[in-house]
T-cell receptor, first 114, second 116 residues
Framework: NAGVTQTPKFQVLKTGQSMTLQCAQD?????MYWYRQDPGMGLRLIYY???????DKGEVPNGYNVSRLNKREFSLRLESAAPSQTSVYFC?????????????FGQGTRLTVV | GENVEQHPSTLSVQEGDSAVIKCTYS??????FPWYKQELGKGPQLIID?????GEKKDQRIAVTLNKTAKHFSLHITETQPEDSAVYFC???????????????FGKGTKLSVIP
């Protein structure tokens, strides 16, 4: 099993450009999440999807949109990238929601906005 | 919302010594407390977790304790080895805005260095 797969692994964007970060899991999990990780800030939740067909805002949703394409895939879109969105982005999934079961994380996408 | 504080931010220990990382949380309704280990260039990986109906849990050299009254929990690593060097995150679960959903709030992390 591949677990949680994120693409791309690295990306450099110019301010104002848009892009979509892709995430797919092969564990038949119901819940999926997008976090960003900044130095000294830990992991902060951007958006999550408790189940297929639902999405909700997390702690830092401004400047992002998400799509739960199907049970396997959960994408994160930056419509107009800003330098403040330079970060490492992690996708995660869990079977029943992060309050009950283990979350599995992808390897991360390192994004730089210049 | 939930707030998780984690201390210390950095910790250096000699190989073979013990390491302790402490976290506090604010939401008394939180009931699931996992610990994650993140190695350089990788995503976080669960190493141990504890639920609110348990006071202590142990898995080989790793143990976690939970004090619900004081709202704090701790990670203990005994007989540390160089491969324990990593960033460790504590987290607490809390209800999300969506019906039936939960989310994790993470501490800011502890960089553990084990000196051979």
């Amino acid at each position: 099993n591949a677990g949680v797969t994120q693409t791309p692994k690295f990306q450099v964007l110019k301010t104002g450009q848009s892009m979509t970060l892709q995430c797919a899991q092969d564990m038949n999990h119901n819940s999926m999440y997008w976090y960003r990780q900044d130095p000294g800030m830990g992991l902060r939740l951007i958006y999550y999807s408790a189940s297929e067909g639902t999405t909700d805002k997390g702690e830092v949703p401004n400047g992002y949109n998400v799509s739960r394409l199907n049970k396997r895939e959960f994408s994160l879109r930056l419509e107009s990238a800003a330098p403040s969105q330079t970060s490492v982005y992690f996708c995660a999934s869990s079977s029943q929601g992060l309050g009950n079961t283990e979350a599995f994380f992808g390897q991360g996408t390192r994004l730089t906005v210049v | 919302g939930e707030n998780v504080e984690q201390h210390p931010s950095t910790l250096s220990v000699q190989e073979g010594d013990s390491a302790v990382i402490k976290c506090t949380y604010s939401d008394s309704a939180s009931n699931y407390f996992p610990w994650y280990k993140q190695e350089l260039g990788k995503g976080p990986q669960l190493i141990i977790d504890i639920r609110s109906n348990v006071g202590e849990k142990k898995d080989q050299r790793i143990a976690v304790t939970l004090n619900k009254t004081a709202k704090h929990f701790s990670l203990h690593i005994t007989e540390t080895q160089p491969e324990d060097s990593a960033v460790y995150f504590c987290a607490a679960s809390n209800r999300g805005s969506g019906a039936g959903s939960y989310q994790l709030t993470f501490g800011k992390g502890t960089k553990l260095s084990v000196i051979p």
